[in-house]
């Protein structure tokens, strides 16, 4: 569980003063579960991304034990990547927002992808 001070609440919620937030973002969750189409500037891509092409670059993929959001099992996904790969499941209460509930492993994942190379 993400524990936030007030700073913390006011900077992010300057994010939230945009007129196309709301109609952004649940048309994402809406896209996410097949509930509205997607940009069709993008489909190419889409298709594309649909095909799982290998992740050939050194790479980590972070997931926190209080995130909510539904995802596969990193095994599922882990023989994509066909670079030097690592799955870290951070415990704690961490979710779904990293680079804030847990700054040191975030970054630490950055530096050793950056000492990989």
């Known amino acids: 569980q993400w524990k936030f001070d007030d700073a913390t609440f006011a900077r992010s919620a300057r994010s939230l003063d945009n007129p196309d937030h709301v109609a952004i973002s649940v ?3 809406r896209w996410r579960l097949g509930l509205a189409p997607g940009e069709a ?4 891509l889409e298709r594309q991304l649909a095909a799982f092409p290998p992740v050939p670059v050194p790479s980590i993929s972070m997931e926190g034990d209080a995130n909510g959001a539904p995802h596969p099992n990193p095994k599922d996904y882990a ?6 790969y690592a799955h870290r499941h951070l ?4 979710g779904h927002n990293l680079p804030q ?3 040191r ?3 630490q994942a950055i530096l050793d992808v950056a000492a990989w190379i």
């Open 105 to 107: 492993d975030f970054a």
């Open 41 to 44: 500037r993008y489909d190419a």
């Open 101 to 103: 509930e847990a700054p």
């Open 27 to 29: 048309s994402n969750y």
């Open 91 to 94: 415990t704690g209460g961490i």
């Open 79 to 84: 023989r994509r990547f066909t670079g030097k």
